[in-house]
Structures are given as C-alpha cells and as structure tokens.
C-alpha cells in the first residue's frame, strides 16, 4: 500500500487542504489511490461522495462513502451537488465538465488519468491541458508525482493499526502468472489493489 496511500494522503491532505465539513468527490474511488483516497478523506473529516462503477458501488459504502453515484447511470457533472474538493484519478472528464460541480474556490487533484492508459502521451496532454484551462478562474487544479516521506508512512501505518484505513484486495495470483494479474490490472477494472503472492513460488 505504500505508494498508492502515500498518493491519496497527499493529494487529500496536502493538495486538497481537505478541512472537517468540507464536500469531497473521489472519481475512480474504487481502483488503488482511489479507494484509499476515500477513506483518508473520512479519517480527516470530509463529506464523501464516491464516483464507480455498478459492480464497486457496495464496496464504495462498505470503506465508509457518504454518497456513492453509479457512472454507468448518472452523469455525475450534471448534478445539483458542488464539492469542496475533487480527487480525480480517472482522468474522464475536461476541465469545462468539472467546473460545474466545483465550488468557487474549489480544487481538483489530478492523481491519474487511468481512463487514459492506453498513451502515457494522451494522459500528459490531459493533465497540462487542465491545469492551463484552469489559471484564469478561481479553482485550481493540480497534479503531481508522490513523494515517499518517512513521516508521512507513518502516519498511515497509524490508521492502518486503529482502522480508519483498510487495504482492499481484489485478486491474488501466484508469482508463475504474473501476465494474468498484469492483464487484470490493464483492464482497469480493479477493486483496490491486486497481489501477487511470492510465497507460494518458494
């Protein structure tokens, strides 16, 4: 889990500035910053509304979302609700869609664009193109790349031992089909985190 909750605790905490009260959206909050992003964002007080898909939306409730909304069913951006904060892992939707359910000094955290996989190029274009689209208002959107911090590790070790966070699994496979959990991590369809189990290869 590190490097997947050191990404969600410092986009929620750090870049998100998340205060107690405040409105979150977490799109992709099922997948591995995700669902971690979910959960921090409860830890520290914030109102969640979880964005995935059918099959992830009782696993969205079960980690503690406020509100889950099926994508597969309802257009998020078309909706009433403005958020505080959008932690973005997706990377579905441009910054026109995004503004409208942002509050007026709200900011998106760009952690991913996993909708976007399929070119590392398309995904970079995605990022600066938000964050140029976004200069001239009062939202911001920001992107970064984790950095691994000794003191932010233990910080999660904390919530991990009294259970504000839970690591999801959703496969395991043994070292000898490493292709299987690769082609299941590329389909981008993964509830929380997939393992491979080196033990069973000794």
Known sequence: MPVAALTALQAVRDHGRIQPGQRLLVNGASGGVGHFALQIAKALGGEVTAVCSSAKVSNARELGADHVIDYTREDFTEGPQRYDLVID???????????????????????????????????????????????????RAVFFVASIKHDDLGVLADMLADGRIRPVIDARYPLCDVAGACRQLSAGHARGKIVIDVEEAR
């Open 89 to 139: 892992v997706a990377g579905s939707r441009p910054w026109s869609r995004w503004v409208r359910v942002m509050e007026p000094r709200a900011t998106l955290v760009i952690t991913g664009a996993s909708a976007l996989k399929d070119s590392a190029w398309r995904m970079i274009g995605h990022m600066a193109a938000t964050r140029l689209a976004a200069l001239p208002g009062s939202r």
